[in-house]
């Protein structure tokens, strides 16, 4: 069983440069893609940052050039750097973490989700 906690959100004043973190732990023979969602009210969860196993990483547009994901593989851990935060980037952020356990089945495991608003 893969466990994955995420930690950082808060109250973040706009344009505002919080971190968040996401731990992965448990039964982890490899990880090959650690990813940041996000869920605001009435909308759809959505992805905002991915990061493979071999460091590629990949953004939507609209957090692209603002948000950046970073990992440290051997802690099995992903950060997710938001800078320059707007109110429309108020959301519950959820870390996603994909890879093969010891008895090489795959996994995707969930965090429960840190809150992250923006506002004056």
């Known amino acids: 069983q893969v466990q994955v906690v995420e930690s950082g959100g808060g109250l973040v004043q706009p344009g505002g440069s919080p971190r968040l973190s996401c731990a992965a732990s448990g039964s982890i023979f490899s990880i090959y893609a650690m990813d940041w969602y996000r869920q605001a009210p009435g909308k759809q969860r959505e992805l905002v940052a991915h990061?493979?196993?071999?460091?590629?990483?990949n953004y939507p547009d609209s957090v692209k050039g603002r948000f950046t994901i970073f990992k440290e593989n051997d802690k099995k851990k992903v950060y997710l750097q938001l800078n320059s935060v707007k109110r429309e980037d108020t959301a519950v952020y959820y870390c996603?973490?994909?890879?093969?356990?010891?008895?090489?089945?795959?996994?995707?495991?969930w965090g429960q989700g840190t809150q992250v608003t923006v506002s004056s």
């Open positions: 990061i493979d196993d071999g460091g590629r990483t």
């Open positions: 996603n973490v994909s890879g093969l356990d010891y008895d090489g089945i795959h996994f995707t495991s």
